[in-house]
């Protein structure tokens, strides 16, 4: 609960102010919709090898449009030297973590939003019967994603070429997370059976609790002011 | 005392420095002259006795890496910083040696120069985390943050590295397993030269941890001597 709210209260500051500003969700947005493209103008050719390139597509654009909200959402900390302020509050530095976390992944929500049915369609990929397990998936690999990357661009800011830095810093290592992502959606479009694909989840989901926990763990070191 | 410790370890070094020294100059006979020519593979399977020892030593660099790093971000002591730093370099070395000479080993084996399978992906991914450690420690002097960020990096690359192979190994697998529960297809004299290698690769692992971190605590002494010249 000590944990918990002082998170809550800081998802809550960084949605505000995206909900005044909307300056994120429109970069991101259309960063989104432009690699989607991209990757289907590049990748298609016929209908009946899209569903095997499609989830590749999918899971790069989702990396991408990922690292660049994280990014941004950072930066706005690091301006006015924001970050300061948070630091100095009297919270655990977990609920920094947590909170930024948070927000984020709900953020990333909204522009999976527009990109996963943009993918679906560009690829000619009918998810009738498969958009829960799409949905869990999308989900558990989000949630991985958003952990790892943000605990590293919290310390990152403060670094000299950020930017480029953590783009390079994190995608190694959500290897595991994009492949069990990327394989799993992939045999889901081939028609896989739910078995078959729960094997993959519980791989991400295992990747997910790794990384919060650790998160939570080490973000009392990394977040310590310097 | 303090000199009397510096002698210490220095004689310990010395040793080690020694009986690595002899360990490769037997490993070297046993591996060429020993050993039997392999009869499908010719004499490019004597890859194999440097490929798998770089291999296990370049896990012993990431391992101490991230032991060091572990303990810098809990103790704050620049002393473990620079065994961190040490791991992660020397580790990354031998990844090195060890995505070189597995392709040369892969061609003759397999028909191909690379395939994504559970531990040659794991090696890439795991000098591609460690790359970036060394990229990020190398922008100049690294200050507080950048340490206590590479010192986070190490330790997340560790313990991601099982998970890369395993999420890999369901993905697919070819990697032969020479080294299995019930001994694998070697003959004895191999045996000899791959343990003998083994242990001559971990005495040159340790000397190279060592001196570098010997070397990074040294340059870190150094930039504190000058900041505190400059600021007299």
């Known amino acids: 609960m000590k944990t918990l709210r002082p998170a809550w209260l800081v998802a809550l500051k960084d949605l505000r102010l995206e909900l005044r500003t909307k300056e994120i969700l429109t970069s991101t947005g259309l960063f989104a919709v432009l690699v989607v493209t991209l990757g289907s103008l590049a990748f298609y050719t016929d209908p009946v090898s899209a569903p095997n390139i499609a989830p590749g597509v999918l899971w790069i654009s989702i990396l991408f449009c990922g690292i660049l909200l994280i990014g941004r959402s950072w930066s706005l900390e690091r301006e006015n030297d924001a970050i300061f302020g948070m630091l100095l509050a009297p919270i655990p530095r977990a609920s920094i973590y947590i909170g930024k976390s948070l927000s984020a992944l709900v953020l990333l929500f909204v522009v999976e939003l527009l990109l996963v049915p943009l993918c679906l369609v560009f690829f000619q990929i009918d998810p009738n019967d498969k958009l829960l397990p799409l949905i869990a998936l999308v989900f558990l690999g989000s949630v991985g994603f958003v952990a790892t990357a943000t605990l590293f661009s919290a310390v990152g800011i403060r670094t000299r070429a950020r930017d480029l830095m953590l783009s390079v810093l994190v995608f190694p290592l959500v290897a595991p997370a994009l492949l069990a992502a990327a394989v799993a959606t992939r045999e889901l479009f081939a028609g896989a059976s739910l078995p078959e694909v729960l094997g993959w989840m519980r791989i991400l989901a295992a990747f997910d609790l790794l990384f919060i926990g650790f998160g939570l763990w080490v973000s009392r070191y990394l977040l310590a002011e310097a | ?232």
Not at chain 2, 129 to 136: D, H, K, S, V
Not at chain 2, 176 to 205: C, D, Q, R
Request: hydrophobic fraction near 50%; aromatic fraction near 12%.
């Open chain 2, 1 to 232: 005392m303090n000199g009397a410790r510096q002698s210490g370890s220095s004689t310990l070094w010395g040793l080690i420095l020694l009986s690595t020294l002899v360990l490769f100059g037997a490993t070297l006979y046993t591996v060429f002259v020993v050993a039997p020519v392999e009869m499908q593979m010719g004499i490019v399977q004597k890859i194999f006795y440097f490929h798998v020892p770089s291999a296990y030593a370049m896990y012993i660099g990431f391992g101490v890496s991230a032991l060091g790093s572990m303990v810098y971000l809990i103790k704050r002591d620049p002393k473990w910083d620079a065994l961190g730093v040490a791991g992660a370099e020397v580790g990354t070395l031998f990844c090195l040696i060890v995505l070189l000479t597995g392709p040369l080993w892969a061609r003759k084996a397999w028909g191909v120069w690379w395939t994504w399978d559970p531990r040659l992906t794991t090696t890439l991914l795991a000098g591609m985390i460690f790359a970036a450690y060394l990229a990020l420690r190398s922008m100049g002097n690294a200050g507080e943050v950048e340490k206590r960020f590479a010192a986070g990096l190490a330790i997340f690359g560790l313990v991601d590295l099982p998970l890369i192979h395993y999420s890999v190994q369901r993905w697919r697998g070819v990697h032969p397993t020479v080294i299995t529960g019930k001994g694998g297809g070697l003959e004895s004299e191999m045996y000899w030269a791959l343990g003998l290698s083994f242990l001559a690769f971990t005495g040159l692992a340790v000397l190279l941890i060592w001196a570098r971190a010997a070397i990074e605590r040294q340059r870190d002494e150094t930039a504190r001597l000058r900041f505190e010249l400059i600021h007299r």
